[in-house]
């Protein structure tokens, strides 16, 4: 299995040309560092030597520009690194997006709000991270170690040993080293994180219900626990970091205490002159620069990793509809939905949430589909709009096999209004224009007033313009659901599903609502998936399910008239013909 940091690596291939510029503008600055120290340290120690000025001014002009070009290379490599990781993050976030399009929402049942919120935006940005702290810093110090080493090499042997060998010690062991003690904080810190976020979450969306219950004390002292888990490991790492980089600060001090030690003693016998020693000593001190970040990004590749496999738990999810290599465009004009022998069940050794189902829907019929929580409602409902795929069986569209369809125009021909919608913080307008963006005030007004929501839109001041607050607070239930069924109908696709259109509703709104979509589906083809009973009097047939079958099926009279489900419902509800 890929290692999900190498799999996040791949992520910044279209950046690839950036990255480079990047390390060679690090190493280059780098470079200017050693420069400047190696040409500063020949002219202090040839300058005691009192040599004409016309000897000096070459390492004058060039301790000029190793500084000058120090801060533009350094700039340079800012700019280059953060370019690449930005780049990267362009091209990952919009996979992610099409990503979750593609699973939802039969696909994201297993992962919860707040946590999918955490890899969306802390998850996906440490690509950031790697591209910065895991990529370039690496690739410079390789660069600028093999160059500085060699350069002393040549000055004097026995210290490019000394050299070499404690750059390896603070570029690859304590890296290391620091790595392994951060493995255990670092996916734990990136868990504790995302369950953070979940709970934020839940206490933002259910803070109407934890105060009204008195809850609120416990869910606030919840949350704080989980904010001191998430501080400790965020100094347990800290610690880690920090000590990677006292170590590497004794290693580069010990190394350079060596090199002075050998070359003083070589100048002591004649085998080194004073200059030289100058220049081999603050140059061993100045190559330290390059793996001085290592231990800290080591530090955080541990939490960089769980991130990444995190981020490709999302990506590697299996998709619940398999989309056709060539889908056939769906022929204008009305058409038949069938529905033969359909099971669907979500786990190869789980229970049918369908089993053998048959539907025929003909153009402008209207089908009731009841029956008990758990039944196979919503699974008919995910398969007629294509969310889920059957396990056997088929469902035509005019005779074509839906899955032969692309998802998205099964979708614009079968849609409706779904049994929780979502009201957006915005306008009555925007709400409504979700369904055809491009409608006008006089067809949001022909929708509204078929899903009997007109009225209520100008009774109020601002009209359409209206703001309805997060989703949807300054509206009643009823109106939530009246503006869904009005969305269903401006989309006016040939096909309408309503799931559960009046649940939630007290009596007398679910009564009104209930008029309101009889009214408005009246020679539509509509699947009415319901629990109120009194709608399903105009229907042209009933299918009652029961543990995913179709236990009884006809006529809301003829239903009535035998014992059975259906009847016992009705008496239930005290509904009869």
């Not at 929501?453 to 703001?467: E, H, I, N, Q, Y």
């Amino acid at each position: 299995m890929t290692d999900p940091a190498i799999r996040m690596l791949r992520e910044v291939t279209t950046a690839r040309r950036t990255l480079a510029l990047a390390v060679l503008a690090g190493a280059a600055a780098i470079g200017c560092g050693i420069g400047l120290f190696a040409t500063a340290g020949w002219l202090i120690a040839r300058a005691a030597e009192h040599p004409s000025i016309l000897a000096l001014s070459v390492a004058v002009v060039a301790v000029r520009g190793f500084g000058i070009g120090r801060g533009v290379f350094r700039y340079a490599d800012r700019l280059l690194s953060h370019d690449a990781a930005l780049r990267a993050l362009t091209g990952l976030r919009p996979r992610v997006y099409r990503r979750l399009e593609r699973l939802a929402p039969a696909g994201l049942f297993e992962f919860r709000s707040g946590d999918l919120l955490a890899r969306l935006v802390g998850d996906v940005e440490a690509v950031q991270d790697l591209v910065i702290r895991g990529v370039t810093p690496p690739l410079i110090a390789a660069f600028v170690g093999a160059g500085t080493t060699g350069f002393v090499l040549v000055l004097f042997a026995p210290a490019a040993g000394v050299l070499a060998l404690g750059l390896l010690a603070a570029g690859l062991v304590l890296p290391w080293a620091t790595a392994r003690l951060a493995r255990r904080s670092g996916p734990a810190y990136a868990e504790s994180r995302a369950a953070f976020s979940v709970e934020v979450a839940g206490v933002l969306d259910g803070a109407a219900e934890l105060l009204a219950y008195g809850a609120d004390a416990r869910a606030m002292s919840k949350l704080a626990a989980v904010d001191r888990r998430q501080a400790d490991l965020a100094r347990t790492d800290a610690w880690v970091a920090g000590a990677g980089a006292g170590f590497a600060l004794l290693a580069s001090g010990g190394t350079v205490w060596l090199v002075l030690l050998l070359a003083v003693r070589a100048t002591a016998a004649g085998q080194l002159d004073r200059v030289p020693l100058a220049v081999v000593v603050l140059t061993a001190l100045a190559a330290f620069e390059a793996v001085a970040p290592l231990p800290v990004a080591a530090a955080q590749l541990a939490a960089v990793r769980r991130s990444a496999a995190r981020l490709f738990g999302v990506m590697d999810a299996p998709e619940p509809v398999q989309e056709p290599e060539s889908p056939q465009p769906i022929r204008p004009g009305s058409h038949t939905l069938r529905l033969r022998g359909v099971g669907v069940r979500y786990a190869p050794d789980a229970p049918w949430a369908l089993d053998g189902i048959d539907l025929d829907l003909p153009p402008g019929c209207r089908v009731g589909v009841v029956g008990p929580s758990g039944s196979g409602k919503s699974t008919l409902v995910s398969v007629l709009l294509r969310f889920t795929d059957v396990d056997r069986g088929e469902v035509l569209l005019g005779g074509t096999r839906l899955a032969d369809h692309d998802s998205d125009d099964v979708r614009r021909y079968i849609s409706g209004c779904p049994q929780d919608p979502h009201v957006f913080a915005s306008t009555l307008r925007e709400n409504l224009r979700l369904a055809r963006p491009d409608a006008d005030d006089d067809q949001l007004d022909r929708a509204a007033a078929d899903a009997g929501l007109l009225d209520w839109v100008r009774s109020l001041p601002k009209g359409w313009a209206t703001r309805v607050g997060s989703r949807g607070a300054r509206m009643s239930g009823g109106e939530r659901q009246r503006l869904a069924l009005a969305r269903a109908l401006l989309a006016d696709p040939p096909i309408l599903v309503l799931d559960e259109p009046t649940a939630h509703l007290d009596e007398d709104a679910r009564a009104a609502v209930t008029a309101s979509l009889l009214r408005a589906t009246r020679g539509r083809s509509t699947v009415l998936i319901t629990h109120d009973l009194a709608a399903l009097a105009e229907v042209d047939e009933i299918l009652v399910l029961d543990a995913g079958r179709i236990v009884q099926r006809g006529t809301h009279q003829a239903l009535f008239a035998r014992p059975g489900s259906y009847r016992q419902m009705c008496d239930f509800d005290r509904v009869g013909v």
